[in-house]
């Protein structure tokens, strides 16, 4: 499967911004689709994750109440919506696909190319 993120840009904290990840050659729905952050000089890290087959989802904790991972079948794309945005969401942001449960970056199989989100203060 092939991903394509798209929807970085520039924000000011407190303002939201929509990511997409669209996927092409598989359905999505057969994959647990991962969204991973990297900010400059630190490790990549889990984000949030939505079960392609049932939409369930999961967050990290500090981002819990101000994203959400939703899907739109038809399209095979999924979208992270950011909300309140804080200076430290800074980084470029990552759309995996996987076949685990697992929120570590190693046990996806498929990424993105990743889409810059700065926010400033």
């Known amino acids: 499967v092939q991903l394509q993120a798209s929807g970085g840009g520039l924000v000011q904290a407190g303002g939201s911004l929509r990511l997409s990840c669209v996927a092409s050659?598989?359905?999505?729905?057969?994959?647990?689709m991962g969204w991973f952050r990297q900010a400059p000089g630190k490790e990549r890290e889990f984000v949030g994750r939505l079960i392609g087959s049932t939409g369930s989802t999961l967050y990290r904790d500090s981002v819990k109440g101000r994203f959400s991972i939703s899907r739109d079948i038809g399209k095979n794309t999924v979208y992270l919506q950011m909300n309140s945005l804080k200076p430290e969401d800074t980084a470029v942001y990552y759309c995996a696909a996987g076949r685990t449960h697992s929120i570590t970056p190693s046990s996806y199989d498929y990424w993105g190319q990743g889409t810059l989100v700065t926010v400033s203060s």
């Open positions: 050659g598989r359905t999505f729905s057969t994959f647990f």
